[in-house]
């Protein structure tokens, strides 16, 4: 659910970001419409020029051509009220019929404020009179009482404040109650979308805003359901195919060895027979040992192989393997060359020993089959961090560079390139693989630094202080 | 390499191959054994082990009417004789099975003729087959019996522990015998932490057993794995 709550605050974020940029938003347009809005002081100060534009002459008053023309634009009228006889001196052509022709102060207070007769009107004064100029009706709206609190004006800043705050509380609002239902609905979705790969996923309720949506998930985690049972079946019926081949081939085989050796055993037989029953005797041992890990090797890769877990101590795994390795060396031609630290000497590794004891059998078996004229055989166990490093080294014919890429990505792979008789195809190191694996561990397969063949098998230590557990490496 | 009175030991083999039964019976009689008869199902089993009263009974594990398992626990209600089971089953908890029942070993097919000769040479060896307590080395004799060493006219006593790690060896004789097998065999189980006590151990018995003991021929020491202990055979 760290998806979820990552979503969650995504939204949060962006609904806050939103929130804020609508806010400078506000405050650039309503700053661009207060500059237009002082604009609006034009009919005040037309008033004002059309005053001071208007000349007396012999014949009476005179406005100025420019002034005229203006107002024409506008289709705007002017009266002109002289301060003593409170009546209109002079106006201009186009005045409507309505409009008076003498005034109170009343009414001049009244028309400074407002109107007459519907038309917008504007002042503008001289020494002796006071200009007046009306707009069409249509063209200007007046605020009759624009007056201002100080107390209020004082204030903004802080109210400017709250509404903020009321703002932000409010969208915020708006967006809990609208979301709430619609991460309800989610949430289980989610929860089903990650548990989708662990294939463990219980069935969705198919209700809520998202019902379609939890159908398909149900769908989907039926459809993958029966692909993983298809699969382990197939992978099990696999694996049991190959148990049954393995089990059904060990009695003929053992009537191939028994007779071979019998042969090989017979004075009576000529020496070139005896030697080609010998030669069916060995070829039936690898493939004895063929079918064998075979069976392991898919057994582990199926993970049907039982893992019997508990705490070892690997050199004494080693050192074992290493005893019964050199016990049945025979002709005594392969030399073992056991290093440990101190440190490695007492760490422990939770696995399974049998297991642990075949991949290190595995590996010094390896070294034998490609050396079969023997070499030396170096076995280093030591840790690093939270690892056991075992490595396995000869100073035989070793690996070319290109069979060394090709094992390193097909483990079963090893191409026979150096006309030994023996077979080099082989599941040894992969069964070393498997094994690794299975232990939370890794193989790396290198060239030994005597001209051999060396691997390295890392498996974790066990970590007392988390709980008996091992990391994953 | 097996005494007569070895090879004459009657042997019961049990397989339903009977294919498998002849090379058996074959191989064993080509090595000298002589009293073997055979069964191809647990009933049969059970009546020729009633008649023929056999020292030795080899027995594969699945057959037509039961299985060797039962058959084994059939045996027992009459009989103590050694077991051998030779069965394809090969996995582990298969041989873990067959062991702790009680078989006395558990091969595997397919086998070597040779190898199950030695099996069953091996087995009535260690039932019918005197064992002989004494252990000639090349500068001493060991006598288990008595828990001593005998060099020339001296009789070294042998410590408890000296005894188990030497009984250890002797069992093992011509193999490694790993550090491990060799502190579990003196003090049991999680023998953890005594290779110290061990190598003081090695070196007393060196000391009794040896001529040399900074030159050891009989109990070898095999760098990082264990001990060797080379018996004189005459």
Not at chain 1, 9 to 31: P, W
Not at chain 1, 32 to 44: H, L, S
């Amino acid at each position: 659910m760290k998806g979820m709550a990552k979503l969650i605050r995504h939204c949060v974020g962006i609904l806050f970001v939103s929130t804020i940029l609508i806010l400078v938003l506000n405050v650039c347009l309503f700053v661009a419409i207060f500059m237009k809005q002082t604009a609006n002081i034009e009919p005040w100060t037309t008033a004002q020029e059309t005053a001071l534009a208007l000349r007396q002459e012999n014949n009476g008053y005179v406005l100025s051509r420019e002034m005229e023309l203006e107002l024409a634009s506008e289709h705007a009228w002017a009266i002109y009220i002289d301060n003593e006889t409170l009546k209109v001196k002079w106006h201009t052509k186009e005045l409507p019929q309505m409009v008076p022709m003498s005034y109170t102060a009343s009414e001049i207070a009244q028309l400074t404020r407002g109107y007459i007769d519907g038309y917008p009107t504007y002042t503008g004064v001289t020494e002796d009179g006071l200009m007046v100029l009306g707009y069409p009706k249509d063209r200007f709206w007046k605020h009759m009482s624009p007056s201002w609190d100080y107390d209020f004006i004082k204030n903004v800043p802080a109210i400017l404040l709250i509404v903020l705050g009321v703002n932000i509380a409010a969208i915020g609002l708006i967006y809990l109650v609208t979301n709430t239902k619609f991460l309800k609905s989610v949430t289980p979705l989610a929860r089903a979308i990650e548990e989708l790969p662990s294939g463990q996923l219980e069935e969705l309720k198919e209700q809520g805003l998202l019902v379609g949506l939890a159908v398909k998930i149900n769908q989907t985690a039926q459809i993958l359901q029966v692909q993983q049972q298809k699969l382990r079946k197939k992978e099990m019926a696999r694996a049991n195919w190959i148990s049954g081949i393995s089990h059904d081939i060990r009695t003929p085989l053992s009537l191939v060895m028994g007779y071979a050796g019998q042969l090989e055993e017979n004075l009576l037989l000529s020496e070139e027979d005896r030697m080609k029953a010998n030669m069916i005797c060995h070829q039936s041992i690898i493939i004895k040992n063929l079918i064998n890990d075979l069976n392991l090797a898919s057994k582990l890769e199926y993970h049907m192989q039982p893992f019997e877990e508990k705490e070892i101590n690997l050199c004494t795994v080693v050192r074992q393997s290493a005893a019964d390795f050199v016990n049945s060396d025979f002709a005594g031609i392969y030399r073992i060359k056991l290093e440990t630290t101190k440190d490695a000497e007492v760490c422990r590794v939770r696995g399974d020993q049998r297991l642990l004891a075949r991949a290190v059998r595995n590996l010094l078996d390896n070294s034998r089959s490609h050396n079969p004229k023997g070499c030396c055989i170096w076995i280093t166990i030591q840790t690093e961090r939270e690892a056991c490093l075992l490595s396995v080294e000869d100073d035989g014919v070793g690996i070319s560079k290109e069979n060394l890429h090709k094992l390193r990505n097909t483990f079963h792979y090893m191409m026979d390139d150096t006309g030994i008789e023996e077979p080099r195809h082989g599941l040894g190191l992969l069964i070393v693989q498997q094994i690794a694996t299975a232990h939370n561990g890794a193989v790396f397969l290198d060239h030994g630094k005597n001209g051999g063949f060396q691997v390295l098998m890392k498996i974790p230590l066990l970590n007392k202080e988390a709980d008996g557990r091992t990391t994953d490496l | 390499m097996f005494s007569s009175q070895l090879k004459s030991r009657r042997i019961l083999f049990v397989d339903d191959e009977q294919a498998l039964l002849d090379m058996a019976v074959s191989i064993l009689k080509d090595s000298g054994f002589e009293n073997i008869k055979t069964a191809a199902t647990v009933r049969e089993a059970v009546e020729i082990a009633k008649s023929f009263s056999p020292e030795l009974a080899v027995l594969d594990v699945m057959l037509p009417d039961g299985n060797g398992f039962t058959l084994y626990e059939k045996l027992r209600t009459f009989t103590d004789i050694p077991v051998l089971f030779l069965t394809a089953l090969g996995e582990d908890a298969d041989r873990i099975r067959g062991l702790e029942i009680g078989a006395d070993d558990y091969m595997v097919k397919p086998f070597l003729g040779k190898e199950l000769v030695l099996r069953i040479g091996n087995i009535l060896k260690r039932y019918y087959g005197k064992e002989d307590p004494l252990v000639q080395l090349a500068g001493c004799v060991i006598d288990f019996a008595r828990a001593e060493v005998i060099k020339g006219e001296e009789r070294l006593s042998l410590t408890a522990k000296e005894y188990n790690i030497l009984q250890a060896l002797c069992r093992n004789e011509g193999r490694i015998v790993t550090i491990d097998q060799l502190c579990e065999a003196a003090w049991g189980e999680n023998p953890y932490g005594y290779e110290n006590s061990l190598m003081a151990h090695i070196c007393r018995i060196r000391e009794k057993i040896e001529h040399n003991p900074s030159k050891p021929v009989s109990l070898t020491t095999v760098k990082g794995l264990g001990y060797k202990l080379t018996v004189r055979k005459d």
